[in-house]
T-cell receptor, first 111, second 109 residues
């Protein structure tokens, strides 16, 4: 099915470890986003991209990096995991006026 | 600083009740207001509102935007247990959306 695919679905990291959250969409959308959602909270924007080769910071970019080498892929990199990065991460893409298409989320726990 | 505030934060009703969820926003270069329903996983799209005063409806759900008051409401009539979820609103500018914290709706049988 067409949509946004995130991997992994969940992960446990130790403090200081690094990892990459993968996000791929097959809808040829230009706009892609990474959000984090803490328990009982709304989604906060980490980074976004308006097209291949273009990325920009959102509300809470510290501790994260992104790249957008192709239209399809928008990976999110955590370099030195901290407990404050324990959250659920959602990738989304958008084209046009019908709002976002979200991935199913990655639940990350840093211990 | 852009912000989106939803109220109430949580709401418990019984099946058949009607509920109104509120969303106020301050978003630079505002383009539209979106509502999402989030159950266990990713949010699913409900409505996008761009013009003031035009109600959008989908079954028992409806929503309207007031761009003068920077406010939107989401109404759910004849609630069902399947309506239990977190409802998120978001203000969209030209590049991204700012989400509110959500309203957690619980519908009891």
């Amino acid at each position: 099915n067409a949509g946004v695919t995130q991997t992994p679905k969940f992960r446990i990291l130790k403090i200081g470890q690094s990892m990459t959250l993968q996000c791929t969409q097959d809808m040829n959308h230009n706009y892609m986003y990474w959000y984090r959602q803490d328990p009982g909270m709304g989604l906060k924007l980490i980074y976004y991209s308006v097209g291949a080769g273009i990325t920009d910071k959102g509300e809470v970019p510290n501790g994260y990096n992104v790249s957008r080498s192709t239209t399809e892929d928008f990976p999110l990199r955590l370099e030195l995991a901290a407990p404050s990065q324990t959250s659920v991460y959602f990738c989304a893409s958008m084209q046009g006026i019908y709002g976002y298409t979200f991935g199913s989320g990655t639940r990350l726990t840093v211990v | 600083e852009d912000k989106v505030v939803q109220s109430p934060l949580s709401l418990v009703v019984h099946e058949g009740d009607t509920v109104t969820l509120n969303c106020s926003y301050e978003v630079t270069n505002f383009r539209s207001l979106l509502w999402y329903k989030q159950e266990k996983k990713a949010p699913t799209f409900l409505f996008m509102l761009t013009s003031s005063g035009i109600e959008k409806k989908s079954g028992r759900l409806s929503s309207i935007l007031d761009k003068k008051e920077l406010f939107s409401i989401l109404n759910i009539t004849a609630t069902q247990t399947g309506d239990s979820a977190v409802y998120l609103c978001a203000g969209y500018n030209n590049n991204d959306m700012r989400f509110g914290a959500g309203t957690r709706l619980t519908v009891k049988p």
